[in-house]
């Protein structure tokens, strides 16, 4: 499904939205600043069925695979390789420096070139001008595998040229910071949840992301687009079959987010009023 095909967006319910179970606040007195840092992450605690106010994955309930703190842990070791505080804390520390952000900076820019570009330069010229520029910078920047960006950019412009970006408001957005700064705040509240960090610890960072957050978007709608297009770009890099789906269903969290009542997107406004 294309994105001119999803959903108006009216009031709610939207019958396809509404599986998951309502939105879940445990009524924790934060501040109008805590709160809009925690929904930063409002996508996970949605998807995650937790709290929306609180560092805590809660609230507790019974599941196969264990209680809060079981998943957390998991969580944090599969998806992450994150087995402790410190290495918590490190992952933070690289996604508040811009992990996958700067990246996009750099290789998007130079896809749209390539593929806006006359007709007569069409046929491959300037994109190979564009990988060896992008091979100079690995091998400057001492990447490990310079050839890492020009597969970024090969990836990329293919799923643009796919349409797997569809589901992306267009013209894509130039910033995707929105998808470090959100797994900043996951990160920070799975490692709480999991006893790795203690409460402050965990809402240093959670708070160190509002402000690049507000710097960069105007609303939650900036924010959610570039999240979702950060989401994209990583995944493309990753698996792109997975966009075939991923990327409509996922939009579909962010309507949800963006229009829900219950959601902490209505509740309250990225910037102060």
């Not at 046929?123 to 595998?145: K, P, S």
């Not at 687009?225 to 269903?249: F, H, I, N, P, R």
Request: with cysteine; aromatic share 10%.
């Amino acid at each position: 499904m294309a994105a001119r095909d999803l959903p108006t967006l009216t009031t709610f319910p939207y019958e396809e939205l509404d599986h998951r179970e309502d939105d879940h606040w445990s009524g924790a007195q934060v501040s109008d600043d805590e709160l809009r840092a925690l929904s930063l992450g409002a996508f996970y605690s949605a998807r995650w069925d937790a709290f929306h106010d609180a560092l805590l994955l809660g609230p507790e309930r019974e599941h196969p695979l264990g209680d809060r703190r079981e998943l957390a842990i998991d969580t944090l070791t599969g998806a992450w390789g994150i087995t402790d505080g410190a290495e918590a804390m490190a992952s933070m520390e690289q996604l508040l420096e811009g992990m996958h952000g700067p990246l996009y900076a750099m290789v998007h820019p130079l896809v749209m070139a390539s593929i806006n570009s006359p007709e007569r330069d069409r046929f491959g010229e300037r994109a190979d001008r564009h990988r060896a520029f992008l091979r100079q910078v690995g091998a400057f920047r001492g990447m490990d595998n310079p050839e890492a960006l020009v597969r970024d950019y090969d990836i990329w412009s293919q799923a643009i040229k796919l349409g797997l970006v569809d589901h992306l408001v267009q013209p894509l957005p130039a910033d995707i910071q929105a998808w470090d700064l959100a797994r900043v705040v996951a990160v920070a509240r799975m490692a709480f949840t999991a006893g790795y960090l203690d409460a402050d610890v965990s809402w240093d960072y959670v708070m160190r992301a509002l402000t690049p957050a507000q710097r960069r978007y105007r609303n939650w709608r900036q924010f959610g687009d570039a999240y979702l297009t950060g989401w994209t770009y990583w995944q493309a890099c990753e698996d792109l079959a997975e966009l075939k789906s991923g990327g409509v269903d996922r939009r579909l969290e962010l309507i949800r987010l963006w229009q829900r009542q219950t959601s902490p997107w209505r509740r309250i406004s990225l910037q102060p009023e």
